[in-house]
């Protein structure tokens, strides 16, 4: 069976960093691409961040590049997102998702969340 | 960035009918998108890849049209579990990006 599970998330001053964690199992985890989304309270879904198999291609939001970093360890089937200067608006569930392939074709498991709320 | 934009944002149907949901995209993804369901206070579901594959255990009255920017979901015969949010994804360029979601409600 499938599970990824999400932590790291809990409340966060601004300017401020706080690193997300992803643990799989039930799958050959170096075999997929994986993604980083997120949604506000009572908002729709983004997409953050996602990761090829081999790390070999990594993408970003806008709303994010050049403060949050995506990286994988397929030793340790982990996945992580370093987020650094985090501001009010990134307050959000943030989702550990698997792709369908390697490289990028639709989220097909799901995480339960972790939750980042950014606040003074 | 690639533009989804999902319209209406809520869509009023009674169980048994038709429901078509659209999504466009700002321009040519070819057929790489993705449907997602999402239920109150859980995390998304796919339901659609490549624009028209089903995914793993999705139900048949699920489908999937549509290539380049005009894209349709389907659900031929709603039943009262298929009253949620849909989402489509582009996944042809970096960054990936969502449509804003379309609620399917009890008319």
């Known amino acids: 069976e499938v599970q990824l599970v999400e932590s790291g998330g809990g409340l966060v001053q601004p300017g401020r960093s706080l690193r997300l964690s992803c643990a799989a199992s039930?799958?050959?985890?170096?075999?997929?691409?994986m993604h980083w989304v997120r949604q506000a309270p009572g908002k729709g879904l983004e997409w953050v961040s996602g990761?090829?198999?081999?790390?070999?291609?990594?993408g970003y939001a806008a709303s994010v590049k050049g403060r949050f970093t995506i990286s994988r360890d397929n030793a340790r089937n982990s996945l992580y997102l370093q987020m650094n200067s985090l501001r009010p608006e990134d307050t959000a569930l943030y989702y550990c998702?698997?792709?369908?392939?390697?490289?990028?074709?639709?989220?097909?498991?799901w995480g339960q969340g972790t939750l980042v709320t950014v606040s003074s | 960035e690639i533009v989804m934009t999902q319209s209406p944002a809520t869509l009023s149907v009674s169980p048994g009918e038709r429901a078509n949901l659209p999504c466009r995209a700002s321009?040519?993804?070819?057929?790489?998108l993705a449907w997602y369901q999402q239920k109150r206070g859980q995390a998304p579901r796919l339901l659609i890849y490549?624009?028209?594959t089903r995914a793993t255990g999705i139900p048949a009255r699920f489908s999937g049209s549509g290539s380049g920017t005009e894209f349709t979901l389907t659900i031929s015969s709603l039943q009262s579990e298929d009253f949620a949010v849909y989402y489509c994804?582009?996944?042809?360029?970096?960054?990936?990006?969502f449509g804003g979601g379309t609620k399917v409600e009890i008319k």
């Open positions: 998702a698997k792709d369908v392939t390697f490289d990028s074709s639709g989220n097909d498991y």
């Open positions: 039930g799958f050959t985890f170096d075999d997929y691409a």
């Open positions: 990761i090829t198999w081999n790390s070999g291609s990594i």
């Open positions: 321009q040519s993804v070819s057929s790489n």
């Open positions: 490549g624009a028209s």
């Open positions: 994804q582009q996944y042809n360029n970096w960054p990936l990006t």
